[in-house]
């Protein structure tokens, strides 16, 4: 089925239907990006992944049923390029199919492999927080359930396709990587996503936006390290009152607009807060 829905958007594809018969296929194919599933019988993703990698640095997606931060670790850890979370939208695969092709495809990179290294591992932190189909579930019990006001910080980079033609596959994916950590480490596992529209969302009570807002700021001078330059972030917010007639699709676009708004080195950054039934508006 993933196969023909591929095709109609253009890719050719081919498949396999274990880890063995995936690595001779991919020989003899020689394709712009590999999908694995985590499970199969025989050899599991894990070890295809570790095993392509032995070769080659082409792009492998790696598919599971499993949310455990343990099993994205491993995938990170195996090589993987993404990690995606079933069930998912098709158009979210494709999403990472073409970001990871404009990856690879890019002729720069860090001017050594020191520094390749350790954009790899800044790149590795969004591999341990949840995906877009997680988020949409705690924005669900978020809103349904009882509590005070709450708020979300929603962070992007806006100019990733130039970082990646100029500065190399992993230049905007380290960047995110580096503040989706200083995130998990203000409000713990569990309330920080990678959405997909390829940004990071912090979920928390309104009262620690601040701490929020502080740590993704603090991300900065890890950029020095990996010589990520020109980099162009955009931050912003949304503050609501939970209620079951709030609706998630509606919170994610007031903060993507929230974090269209400026970018976080302006002061005040776009703080909207959100209601049912009234008009949005912005304060401090």
Request: glycine content about 8%; proline content about 5%.
């Amino acid at each position: 089925v993933l196969g023909r829905y591929l095709r109609d958007h253009g890719f050719s594809t081919t498949a396999a239907r274990d880890g063995a018969e995936g690595l001779a296929v991919i020989k003899d194919f020689r394709p712009d990006v590999v999908i694995t599933d985590a499970q199969m019988p025989g050899m599991d993703g894990f070890a295809v992944c570790r095993l392509v990698r032995k070769e080659s640095d082409v792009p492998v997606i790696m598919l599971s049923a499993s949310t455990e931060p343990s099993v994205r670790q491993r995938a990170a850890e195996a090589g993987a390029t993404s990690f995606v979370a079933k069930p998912f939208r098709v158009y979210e695969l494709v999403r990472h199919m073409r970001s990871a092709l404009v990856a690879h495809r890019s002729p720069s990179e860090p001017p050594t492999s020191v520094r390749r290294s350790q954009r790899r591992m800044a790149a590795s932190a969004l591999g341990r927080v949840a995906g877009a189909v997680d988020l949409r579930m705690k924005l669900r019990k978020e809103v349904e359930g009882p509590g005070g006001e709450r708020a979300c910080v929603f962070i992007r980079v806006a100019n990733e396709r130039d970082l990646t033609r100029e500065q190399g596959r992993h230049a905007a994916e380290a960047v995110l990587g580096a503040v989706s950590k200083k995130l998990v480490e203000a409000l713990g596992e569990g309330s920080v996503f990678w959405s997909e529209s390829n940004e990071l969302v912090g979920v928390m009570g309104a009262d620690r936006l601040e701490d929020a807002l502080g740590a993704a700021r603090s991300a900065r001078a890890g950029w020095k390290d990996l010589e990520v330059e020109g980099v162009v972030v955009r931050m912003g917010a949304i503050r609501y009152d939970p209620g079951p007639q709030l609706d998630v699709d509606y919170l994610l676009r007031e903060g993507r607009l929230a974090a269209e708004a400026r970018s976080w080195d302006e002061e005040p950054i776009e703080v909207r807060r959100v209601s049912v039934g009234q008009p949005t508006s912005s304060h401090p």
